[in-house]
Structures are given as structure tokens and as C-alpha cells.
């Protein structure tokens, strides 16, 4: 692939997926800080007084990240975009784009959970990830291994338990389970 111009949303009935923009900062910040109780055992970076202008700046360094290809972060919002229900994302952490290896990572503000949300983006981003617009080989979900809700969401996306690293590197990170689905996998098994 000589260049890669990442497509920037997926609409489906139930919710958009978006890159972050500019000025969405005010209302990420308002589902951390009301959603503190139910982030703060997974979410290293969750504060009940997060800032307005620290969300701002995530978003718009995603936004930079996004177009330059190092990371794709992204949040999920009601259909009609006004709503900011969590965060999501193909993430690269760090690792190049010609890997064609990412991760998804997820979290929803508390309002949202517990309603099978989360599985349905899952599903969402596998098939949008595995599809033409994106060159994804490899998709992962890794999650503490205490995360019994994170857990599950990986095994209901069909997503194989690969092995659980010990000590993870990346700050706030414990014993992690690592899983994963394979592109040809994914397609073998599509209905
Ligand atoms: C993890 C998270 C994304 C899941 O979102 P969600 O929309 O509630 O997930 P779903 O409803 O699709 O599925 C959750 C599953 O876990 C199960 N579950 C939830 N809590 C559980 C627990 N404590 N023990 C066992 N299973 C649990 C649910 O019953 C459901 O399974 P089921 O459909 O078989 O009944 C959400 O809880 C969240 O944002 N948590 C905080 C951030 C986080 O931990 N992110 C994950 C980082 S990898």
C-alpha cells in the first residue's frame, strides 16, 4: 500500500463511530467525571475531576494521530452525534502501521454498560476493520484479568485467548489477557 488515508466514521443505526475532533473535549470529560465509580478499578487515567481541557487536548492530539496514521482513536456517539456514549478505537500503541496488528480499546460511560454496548461495537470493528476500508491482519482486546465484563465481550466478538502477559509494560497495567482474531479467520467464519 503506497498510502493509506483512513476513513474517518462508521455509521450504523445504533450509534456512530467518529475520530474525535476538535471541541468534543467538554463532553468526553463529562462521561469520565460521571462514570468515575464504574471506570476507576480498570482505567488508570480516569479522575472524578477530569478536566474540560485535558479531554480537549486527548482529543485533539488523537485527531493529529489519526491523520498521521500512528493511532486511531476514536469515540461513540448516539446516531445523530450529539451523544458521547465512550471511547474506542484501533490502536496502535506505538507499534507501525505496516504491522497491520491492532488493538481495540474500549470504554463505556457508566449510563451505557451493562446493555450489551460494548459487544455490539466489537462486532462493529471487527467487520468494519476486516473490511476493504481498513488493513488490519490482526485485531486484539486486552484486558486485566480481573475484567470479567471485558472478558466476556472478547469471547462473545469470537475473539481467541492467545496468552495473558504478566506485568504488562504500559502504566496501570497488571497480568493481561491477550485476544485476538486473524483477518482470514474472521472472513472463514462470517456467515
Ligand atoms: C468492559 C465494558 C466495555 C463492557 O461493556 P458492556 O456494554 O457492559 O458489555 P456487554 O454488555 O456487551 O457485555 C458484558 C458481559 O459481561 C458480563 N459481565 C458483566 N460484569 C460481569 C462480572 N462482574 N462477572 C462476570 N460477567 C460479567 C455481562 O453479563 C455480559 O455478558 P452476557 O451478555 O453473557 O450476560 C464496560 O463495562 C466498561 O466500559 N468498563 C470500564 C472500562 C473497561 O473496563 N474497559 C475495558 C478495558 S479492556
Known sequence: MSVFFAP?????????????????????????????DSLKEFVSWASPDYSNDS??????RGRGM?????????GIFSPDGERFLG??????????L?????????WLRGSAAGKGLATRVLLALLDWG????????????VCDVRNAASIRVAQKGG??????MRR????????????????????????
Do not use: C
Not at 505496516?98 to 474500549?106: A, C, R, T
Not at 476486516?130 to 482486546?141: E, H, L, T
Not at 489477557?177 to 486473524?182: N, W
Open 87 to 96: 471511547g474506542t478505537g484501533y490502536r496502535l500503541f506505538g507499534a507501525p
Open 98 to 106: 505496516e504491522e497491520y496488528s491492532v488493538e481495540i480499546s474500549m
Open 55 to 60: 479531554a480537549e487536548w486527548t482529543a485533539r
Open 8 to 36: 474517518d466514521r462508521l455509521e450504523t443505526p445504533e450509534f456512530l463511530i467518529r475520530s474525535y475532533f476538535p471541541g468534543d473535549g467538554a463532553r468526553i470529560a463529562e462521561a469520565i467525571r460521571t462514570s468515575y
Open 66 to 74: 489519526y491523520l498521521l496514521n500512528r493511532d486511531y482513536p476514536m
Open 168 to 191: 504488562h509494560p504500559l502504566p496501570g497495567r497488571p497480568d493481561m489477557h491477550q485476544f485476538a482474531i486473524l483477518r482470514d479467520e474472521y472472513h472463514r467464519h462470517a456467515p
Open 159 to 164: 475473539l481467541t485467548l492467545e496468552g495473558t
Open 130 to 141: 476486516f473490511s476493504d476500508a481498513w488493513p488490519w491482519a490482526k485485531i486484539m482486546w
